[in-house]
């Protein structure tokens, strides 16, 4: 990892993009915004100012170096709304779907997180592979055990990251080694939150794994600690895959569907984020939609795990427009970077036959990502006052994607190659509350 920490204030000149609206709910130019020569001025940690270059260099303060980004975009940094961190070593363990991958890798992989020189190791090559892919703000699911919760949050904070995280809930279902009990899982859940919720940019996260791994007992007391630390997050996963989904019905053959499980428990609402929702139908997006309840899409998780197509134009409806983040879900997802993500969404988009544009792929990256956390005031666009996350874009990493480049006639077709091209070659350099925290070697890339 590259730290050139800088003290004071800092500015960047390159082509701005951002989104300052939802541009599935508003027209592109009310939703986006583009400077082509632009400059954003960043002081203690924020931006302070982000417009054209002509417009703000009479603000730039008296000796001020300015980062010369020309030929790159400079971006909000990127917000993964779905990600393990304890299944960044099991990534392309492929042939099962969701319950047959879960016993077969993912579980036997949880359990080496016992140990904390595992937690620790893991948590920093996890959190310097967000940092080379432009991703500053990431909600994250830890294993069972409470160090890996320690080991991450300790890794986020030496990087300034800001993340939402939590220890998983699971007493059924699972190896027993895993399991923690509905009352040691509480006062454990509790304990992190107290000591870790709202330490600098670090934030806590509820996190009962599905409703197959918990007891309506440990959902009942997942829900009353939410309700205890009402402005903490709740994170769990729901309507993935068509098996799970008639096993849960079994399960809990007294609630209406899934998405009843997690209301009745209190585990639905603002904060809250339920990965993936494929098999949702509408009355549960509706409910989704009226009480705030975000979902997280991983869409190269659900086609590597062949979990379905999940319908985000439909998700995103504006009679009930569901809060929607994009989610990497490694280690059932392939790639940390969120501009592959955005390419495999519009791949998904498509295959269900309501293709998503490369503007709307980015917003979900960005402020879309941030409002499903309730975070859209503070992080996810360019708007003065925002934490000053960043990332350097460069359209020409690579001899291919330059060639591609050269014949681009717009930004948003820019966005769209980056996000066909994209990985973390694409990241020039990344920027977590002001600070330069990755910068891609020059050498590197093509
Ligand atoms: N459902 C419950 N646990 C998991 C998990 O670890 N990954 C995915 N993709 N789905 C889940
Ligand atoms: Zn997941």
Redesign the pocket.
């Known amino acids: 990892m590259s730290t050139a920490y800088a003290d004071g204030p800092i500015a960047l000149r390159g082509a701005l993009v951002w989104c300052e609206d939802d541009p599935f709910l508003s027209s592109e130019e009310q939703a986006f915004r583009h400077e082509a020569d632009g400059l954003v001025i960043c002081r203690d940690g924020k931006i302070a100012a982000a417009g054209s270059y002509a417009s703000l260099k009479g603000e730039l303060p008296p000796d001020i170096a300015v980062a010369d980004y020309r030929g790159h975009l400079i971006a909000p940094g990127f917000i993964d709304t779905h990600i ?1 961190f304890v ?1 960044t070593g099991i990534m392309g363990a492929h042939g099962r779907q ?1 319950l047959d ?2 016993e077969r890798h ?1 579980f036997p992989a949880e359990h080496a997180f016992a140990d904390q020189t595992v937690a620790r190791t893991t948590a920093r090559v996890f959190c310097d592979e967000l940092l080379r892919n432009g991703t500053t703000t990431a909600l994250v ?1 830890c294993s069972v055990h409470p160090q890996s919760v320690d080991a991450l949050f300790e890794e986020a904070s030496q990087r300034g990251l800001l993340i939402v995280a939590g220890k998983v809930l699971m007493d059924r279902n699972a190896p027993s080694a895993l399991l923690d009990t509905a009352q040691t899982g509480y006062d454990q859940s509790k304990a992190l939150l107290n000591k870790w919720h709202g330490r600098g940019r670090l934030r806590y996260a509820v996190t009962p ?2 409703a ?2 918990s007891t309506p007992e440990q959902l009942e007391l997942a829900g009353a600690l939410w309700k205890e630390h009402p402005d903490a997050h709740m994170q769990t ?1 729901i309507a ?2 068509e098996r ?1 989904v008639a096993w849960i019905r079994e399960i809990f053959p007294k609630r209406r569907d899934y998405f009843d499980i997690y209301a009745h428990f209190g585990l639905t609402g603002r904060r809250a984020v339920l ?2 929702g494929i098999h949702l139908d509408e009355s549960e997006l509706c409910r989704c939609h009226e009480s705030g309840t975000a979902i997280a899409h ?1 869409p190269t ?1 659900n086609t590597f ?1 062949g ?1 379905g197509l999940f319908r985000l134009r439909d998700a995103r409806d504006a009679k009930r427009p569901v809060e929607i983040g994009l989610g990497t ?1 490694i ?3 392939t790639s940390f970077s969120l501009l592959a993500t955005m390419g495999e969404a519009y791949k998904v988009s498509q295959l269900a036959h309501a293709p998503i544009d490369a503007i709307e792929a980015f917003y979900l990256a960005t402020l879309g990502g941030a409002r499903a956390l309730d975070l859209g005031g503070r992080i996810g666009s360019l708007a003065p006052g925002q934490d000053a996350d960043l990332v350097i874009l460069d359209p020409n990493a690579t001899p291919l994607m330059a060639f591609r480049t050269r014949s681009v006639s717009s930004v948003k077709e820019m966005l769209a190659v980056l996000m066909t091209f994209g990985d973390d070659r694409a990241v020039k350099a990344t920027y977590a509350a002001g600070h330069l925290v990755h910068e891609r070697p020059s050498s590197a890339g093509g």
């Open positions: 393990h299944q969701l991958w879960l993912t699911f794994r599905f197959g791994t996963h993935e895959n799970e990965a993936h991983c998780s795990l979990s879900d280690g059932a997802g």
